[in-house]
């Protein structure tokens, strides 16, 4: 199977946080985080970042690295 895998810096109006749980938008459309792609190390560069995965399923989110929403 053949995919993409990049990594991608995040604005803040395109990520939100709501009950504990990420979504993030991407090229115009919003994904759901799942729980396990969520980074919980500290953020030190402070940038959200998002690494996600096209494939012949469509689109998923691999990693999660929320920002501070400043």
Not at 25 to 52: Q, S, Y
């Amino acid at each position: 199977m053949l995919f993409e895998r990049r990594r991608v810096a995040v604005s803040d109006p395109d990520w939100a946080s709501k009950d504990g749980h990420y979504r993030v938008r991407l090229d115009g459309e919003w994904f759901d985080v799942p729980d396990e792609a969520v980074i919980k190390e500290p953020n030190r560069a402070g940038r959200t970042m998002v690494w996600p995965i096209h494939g012949a399923m469509g689109m998923s989110i691999q990693c999660f690295l929320p920002g501070t929403m400043s």
